[in-house]
């Protein structure tokens, strides 16, 4: 099966004088003045008219880039509408044909639509062109392409066929129509959710976070020019608990697919529980959310490659990755020589308008994350924690939060234990004789089990750090950061209140958008109800 995988799309570099530089500087002019028009996209229609909010840039809050439409109660039972109508035909169109309108859509990407997507998730998600690079291009063109592929292989698993008939595994969608709800922090996660269940026929409504409006609509666009058909994919954007309210009222609502926060995972599933009996099956609730994402070094570690993993895990894409370093866990040992690293490099690294290539970061996502981040500083303060770098929020132009190190002594410090969702990074000093019991502390200090990386030389310390943290991390990295995963390389997904960990970009993902029906064709079938034992 491995033979016929795609290939990873290269991650282009942006270096000074490359082709790829000039078009990206060409794309993000394109965006210069302008306010986009967002609509709604029901039944393959533009739906304009809608109440709108404005969309602002969140290093340059100043700077209006989008309007967008507002789906109310009327339009979401429009789209939900649409989506039934369209699943007959599009779950009878044959695999092959479903699959060359994502590959297309995988081809276009790759090819003249890249720089538009990459420059729409800088300026509306305030990503670096290398943060973008590796989400709007590559990660969705993977998504696009591999689940192609293992949705290929599961539709080959069938059952035996002993003499005398024959067997067969008939992959059908789920009956009704899935709800994707994607999250802010990537654009290739927004695109996949509801890409996977169409792929195996399903047809979806799409709520985007709001925040991505920007490079979401042009996702949608960008799938209208590969030749989706009308109804499959239905894009409404609106109030979050508005949209879900009227989605959940839907007999056919037959799925969720969701990544977010923890909070709102839990609050859709005890709607949809509220709501079991008024739905014609029983829906799959598919949900990735959060983590607080660990790093731990043992004493044999490398502290340079240490410090350069806190650097990146903890402070790419502002912290607001769900698999950020968010906890670290360092031995007295190697301490001094991991913080003199992290604060040196710290000191080098530029912040600010993404439109500058020469930034390591942006601004956070909106007011709402800058105030929640502010708030964690201010109460680490009032906590005595010793904030060793960073800790200064500035919303003058931009929602900008400088890296911050906070030094903690207690293990079960807030910062150590909950989600921050932003540029900071609380790390714990034990001594080096302390080990066995650190692990304990890693394993036991958060409700989550996202990602987590450990740092180690020693053998017996790598195998020690795996066995006891086998149900820490549902990605679990070694000698490397906690971020980055790739499709069809590391499946993606967490345990505990991460989620349902069904490991988005794989084939364990796609098993949960589809409804198997078995059939069994007997050639010659029975023409006495007698058994021989009755002679
Ligand atoms: P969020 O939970 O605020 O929003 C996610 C989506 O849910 C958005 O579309 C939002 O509009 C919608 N939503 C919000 N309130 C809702 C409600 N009451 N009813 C229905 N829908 C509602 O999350 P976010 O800020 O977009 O993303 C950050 C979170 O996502 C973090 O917790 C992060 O860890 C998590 N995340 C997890 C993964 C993963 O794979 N585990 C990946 C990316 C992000």
Redesign the pocket.
């Known amino acids: 099966m491995h033979d016929s995988l795609p290939l990873n799309e290269p991650v282009l570099s942006y270096a000074p004088g490359s082709a790829e530089r000039t078009a990206i500087r060409a794309a993000l002019q394109h965006h210069a003045g302008r306010v986009t028009e967002i609509p709604l996209f029901i039944d393959g229609q533009r739906i304009e008219g809608c109440s709108s909010e404005a969309l602002h840039a969140p290093h340059d809050h100043g700077r209006r880039l989008a309007l967008v439409g507002q789906a109310g109660a009327a339009e979401v039972r429009r789209a939900i509408a649409a989506a039934v109508r369209a699943q007959h035909d599009w779950a009878a169109m044959p695999f092959d044909s479903r699959a060359a309108i994502f590959l297309r859509a995988a081809d276009l990407l790759a090819g003249p639509w890249r720089q538009r997507l990459n420059a729409a998730t800088m300026l509306g998600q305030s990503k670096t062109v290398y943060q973008a690079e590796i989400d709007s291009a590559c990660e969705l063109i993977d998504f696009l392409r591999f689940n192609v592929a293992f949705a290929r292989a599961m539709l080959q698993q069938q059952p035996l066929s002993g003499p005398g008939m024959r067997n067969a595994m008939d992959y059908r969608p789920l009956e009704g129509f899935i709800y994707a ?6 654009t290739a ?1 927004a695109g996949n959710l509801p890409c996977a269940p169409a792929l195996l026929g399903n047809t979806v409504v799409w ?6 409006s920007l490079s979401n609509f042009l996702f949608m666009e960008l799938l209208e020019a590969a030749g989706l058909p009308p109804g499959v994919i239905n894009f409404v954007p609106g109030s ?2 508005a ?2 309210e009227a989605v959940l009222q839907s007999q056919d609502f037959a799925g969720l697919h ?8 839990d ?2 599933w005890q709607q949809v529980a509220h709501r079991l009996p008024t739905f014609h099956a029983y829906p799959r609730l598919v949900g ?4 607080k994402d660990f790093v731990l070094a043992h004493a044999s570690a490398d502290a340079d490659a240490v410090a350069v993993a806190l650097l990146r895990g903890a402070f790419e894409y502002q912290g ?4 950020a370093a968010s906890r670290a866990y360092l031995p007295a040992s190697l301490w001094p020589r991991i913080k003199a690293r992290v604060l040196a490099d710290l000191e080098t690294l530029r912040m600010g308008d993404v439109e500058d290539l020469g930034n390591f970061m942006g601004a956070v ?1 909106d007011r709402k ?1 800058f105030d929640r981040i502010d708030r964690y500083l201010r109460q680490a303060r009032a906590d005595g924690h010793r904030i060793l770098a960073g800790g200064q929020c500035d919303d003058s132009q931009g929602y900008f939060v400088s890296p911050t190190v906070i030094e903690v002594d207690d293990p079960q410090a807030v910062t150590m234990r909950e ?1 921050i ?1 932003g540029p900071v990074l609380s790390v714990m000093v034990y001594p080096d004789s302390d080990w066995s019991q650190v692990l304990s502390t890693v394993d036991g200090t958060s409700p989550y089990a ?1 990602t987590g990386a450990v740092f180690a030389r020693d053998r017996d310390a790598i195998e020690e750090a795996a066995r006891r943290l086998r149900f820490s991390a549902g990605n679990f990295y070694l000698n490397d950061k906690p971020t980055g995963a790739v499709v069809g390389q590391q499946p ?3 345990g505990r209140r ?2 349902t960990n069904d490991k ?1 970009g794989s084939v364990l993902n796609l098993q949960r958008w589809t409804s198997p029906r078995t059939v069994k064709e007997t050639w010659v079938p029975a023409t006495d109800y007698r058994y021989p034992h009755m002679a």
């Open positions: 709800v994607t999250p802010f922090n990537f996660i709520k985007p976070a709001f925040t991505a979050a608990a949209v879900s969701f990544t977010g926060s923890t909070e709102v995972f609050a859709l990735e959310t959060g983590g607001q990755k769900c698999s996502i994350a989600e969702f996202l993606f997904g967490g991460s989620g988005a």
